[in-house]
């Protein structure tokens, strides 16, 4: 089974979010598709699915295998013309937000076993095909967890599981890697590489260059809705030849050079949070126990360790967000009411859904008293117009509903920022100018960081010190 799509044009109203004239993708080979953030990677992906949202229209061919379709045909569309009879069956979606996908009221291996062919409700073997699949993914022992209680890199982990079990041939994967620390991508390559070998077909919308270069096959660089470069991956990821590429491989932590950085923490400063003896277990198992440390004004905290070890966790318990099973958290005079914000590793689920950004910025403007000049100018710093908040969170990207959020989490003036995987979905040359932005202002206001991530170089670039889980 190919897969060939020509003249690809994605649109929402007179704006084009997508301009692809080809996409190619032969049996046993990979197509990964990376550039900039808000390009129409992801927007591609649910044009040949089939599952754009309702305000967006595309047109061009596609053609799976020996069936064609007109992508201008809603693929939920019973009848001849729609790749509804595909759905997880010949082609399957791992979409960008896991947690948006899973369903909080059943557990993981119940939905998982859904996927799995010739599933009922009491299916014994849809049950073992859950549990061989989650052991598969390393997460063996999570099948009773509810996808609340998962790590964001376990929740993509379960996302996975449940989209491949079915058997499609055709796996469109959006940020598959995103919260995951390297062993567990290396361990996902290795599945999807596995998939190749087995005559599958891969499409790939990816920031994670290392996972690029790994899938192998073919590489698409997306900006500004057009592709500007590709070719194979060998040749496209080391010697580019279009001049975004090369900055898109030159925006590494590792080589920033900013103002902000410094070689050491400042000394003696006052004390915003200390903890002491914090210990919390989910049903899948403890995920940390008799944990003690502090947060000083102005200081700059990694806290770093593999998917699952309890980071997200902890951040959230420093904030009063989770309710420990033992030991204490204070706060300082400085870490008053609404002075310590979060930065969420899916923005999706820390805006209103039905309402526009534009709104849910403004209650939070009127009530830290802050002006629409200062939200405009936040904005331009991250690459963003004043205008795209008058669209819902759905209708914007990823990267965009991220950076959006850390111009939401420093209105209030904040004394401590928690940024959990905060540039996860961005790509490398985005997330150096929202890095920038994000700790330019950190670094004017005297506010500490708490920071999340799985890159190391990122770690080093950004904190004084390392927490590792």
């Known amino acids: ?57 595309a047109v061009g061919s596609l053609t799976v295998g020996d069936e064609s379709f007109d992508l201008a045909d809603r693929g939920g569309r019973s009848g001849r013309g729609g790749r509804r009879k595909l759905w997880g069956r010949e082609v399957a979606l791992l979409p960008q937000e896991p947690a948006l ?25 849809a049950g073992r095909a859950a549990d061989h699949r989650l052991g598969q993914v390393g997460l063996a022992d999570a099948g009773r967890a509810y996808p609340h209680t998962l790590s964001g890199g376990m929740a993509q982990r379960v996302a996975y599981a449940a989209a491949t079990i ?43 260059l290392r996972l690029a270069r790994r899938l192998g096959g073919e590489v698409m660089v997306m900006r500004e809705a057009a592709v500007v470069e590709s070719g194979p991956a060998e040749e496209v990821l080391t010697t580019p030849t279009g001049d975004y590429t090369q900055r898109l491989l030159a925006a590494e932590p590792s080589r920033w050079d900013h103002s902000w ?19 919390k277990a989910y049903a899948h198992g403890p995920v940390f126990e008799g944990l003690d440390l502090e947060i000083r004004a102005g200081e700059r905290v990694a806290i770093t360790g593999p998917s699952g070890a309890g980071k997200t966790t902890l951040g959230n318990a420093l904030l009063g967000l989770t309710r420990l099973d033992a030991g204490s958290v204070t706060y300082g005079e400085g870490a008053g009411r609404g ?33 629409e000049a200062e ?16 669209r819902r969170p759905g209708q914007v990207s990823g990267g965009e509903l991220q950076r959006i959020a850390v111009v939401r989490a420093m209105l209030p003036r904040p004394a401590l920022v928690f940024a959990d995987e905060a540039t996860s979905r961005l790509d490398l040359v985005t997330q150096e100018q929202t890095v920038d932005a994000l700790m330019s202002e950190i670094a004017e206001s005297g506010a500490a960081l708490l920071l999340v991530t799985h890159d190391t170089e990122l770690s080093a670039a950004v904190a004084d010190r390392e927490i590792a889980l």
């Open 1 to 57: 089974m190919n897969l060939k799509a020509t003249g690809v044009v994605v649109r929402t109203g007179s704006l084009v979010l997508a301009d692809v004239p080809e996409v190619r993708i032969e049996a046993g080979r990979a197509l990964s598709i990376v550039g900039e953030s808000g390009s129409g990677k992801s927007v591609l992906a649910h044009a040949l699915m089939g599952t754009l949202p309702a305000e967006l229209a």
């Open 101 to 125: 996908a899973l369903d909080p009221t059943m557990r993981v291996r119940a939905q998982v076993a859904e996927g799995a062919p010739g599933w009922s409700p009491r299916s014994v073997t």
């Open 166 to 208: 079915g058997g499609a041939r055709l796996l469109i994967l959006d940020e598959p890697s995103k919260g995951l620390d390297r062993a567990s991508v290396d361990q996902l390559a290795d599945l999807l590489l596995s998939h190749l070998d087995g005559g599958g077909l891969l499409l790939t919308i990816t920031h994670d």
């Open 261 to 279: 950085m410094r070689s050491q923490a400042p000394g003696g400063s006052e004390l915003l949070v200390g903890a002491s003896g914090l210990a």
């Open 339 to 371: 002075r310590l914000q979060k930065l969420y590793q899916d923005p999706a689920l820390s805006f209103p859904q039905q309402v526009s950004l534009e709104k849910a910025l403004g209650d939070v403007m009127r009530r830290h008293g802050v002006g």
């Open 375 to 390: 939200v405009r100018a936040s904005l331009e710093r991250l690459g963003l117009p004043y205008e795209i908040l008058r």
